[in-house]
């Protein structure tokens, strides 16, 4: 470790945060990609073939890093969070193609909170009331945003499908995030972002002989665009998770409406209001609360 006060180390306390900050950014990114790709090709084909590109990309990685087969407990959990993380953003998707990114993300936002009490409940993790606070005040953001963004628009019934569908992402995704802490536990970022997707895309796959197609040269742009971004998201969300415990990090989930506010302005003209800024206020004033509450955890990934 570097003993120079202006550096920073892996091993830093913020380093879990600055790691999952970084993902989640990134993942952003990716979802802008992956709703121009579902709007082109429809949200099943955009997931499928994500999760094939990503297999491909990691899987040289992998054996290069001295890839060793995962144990059956691992495997186990690597089929689980594939199958949860399939559905929830196939869900996801199919709803962002009917609603702006920044309502679709904010929508998505009550699975940090969600996940904070499965966490203590599922790993036995304590909720302390910095995090408690510092959630609220990233959901009280959220609800900010959602209302201004809401207020606005028209309710229509498509609108209405998408709302659900990504609440039931949400719920998935509360789920995931859980397993995504067990599974950091058990095995390293690379093990973790390779099993994943390939577990995503058997689980799609078993229905391409009836709802496959081949997307247009764009749209596998975009989809190559979104796995790229999704398989270095996975490393390093993978990492800051085995590194600190998951209600000091869920916060930092807020800050992806950040991201899809700006995305969704520069790809698809959606404007950045009021509200939008107001929200964006509490949600980084929550996530500056829970950061002091970091606590590295001595692992080996």
């Known amino acids: ?7 920073f180390h892996r091993d830093h306390p913020a380093a879990p945060f600055a790691a999952v900050t970084l993902g989640i950014a990134l993942f952003s990114v990716m979802d802008a990609l992956m709703k121009n790709a579902s709007i082109a090709a429809g949200a099943y084909n955009a997931m499928l073939l994500r999760s094939v590109f990503g297999t491909a990309l990691m899987f040289p990685l992998w054996k290069w890093r001295g890839g060793q087969w995962p ?3 691992a495997m186990k959990l690597h ?3 594939g199958a949860v993380s399939g559905a929830m953003a196939t869900s996801f998707f199919w709803g962002l193609v009917r609603l702006p990114m920044a309502e679709g993300i904010a929508l998505s936002f009550i699975a940090p909170l969600i996940a904070l009490y499965l966490a203590s409940v599922l790993l036995g993790e304590q909720v302390g009331k910095r995090a408690l606070i510092a959630s609220l005040l990233g959901l009280a953001g959220v609800l900010v945003i959602a209302a201004g963004r809401l207020g606005e628009g028209q309710f229509s019934r498509d609108a209405a499908w998408g709302i659900g569908s990504i609440l039931l992402s949400a719920v998935l ?7 995504q802490r067990k599974q950091a536990q058990m095995a390293g970022p690379i093990e973790v972002a390779l099993f994943q997707t390939v577990f995503v895309a058997l689980f799609l796959g078993l229905a391409a002989p009836w709802l496959a197609a081949v997307p247009g040269t764009r749209a596998l742009v975009d989809i190559f665009g979104g796995a790229v971004l999704a398989m270095i998201s996975l490393m390093v969300i993978s990492w ?5 415990e998951a209600q000091a990090l869920l916060p930092i989930e807020y800050t992806a409406f950040v991201w899809a506010a700006l995305m969704g302005w520069w790809m698809f003209a959606e404007p950045v209001t009021v509200a ?3 929200g964006v206020v509490l949600i980084v004033i929550g996530c500056w609360i829970a950061a002091p509450r970091v606590h590295i955890e001595e692992t080996a990934l």
């Not at 995704?173 to 397993?179: E, M, T």
């Not at 800051?240 to 600190?244: M, Q, S």
Request: without cysteine.
């Open 1 to 7: 470790m570097s003993s120079g006060s202006g550096s």
């Open 276 to 278: 939008t800024l107001l």
């Open 173 to 179: 995704y509360a789920f995931n995030l859980i397993l």
């Open 240 to 244: 800051g998770y085995g590194r600190a």
């Open 71 to 73: 144990d059956r407990a």
């Open 79 to 81: 089929a689980l969070r």
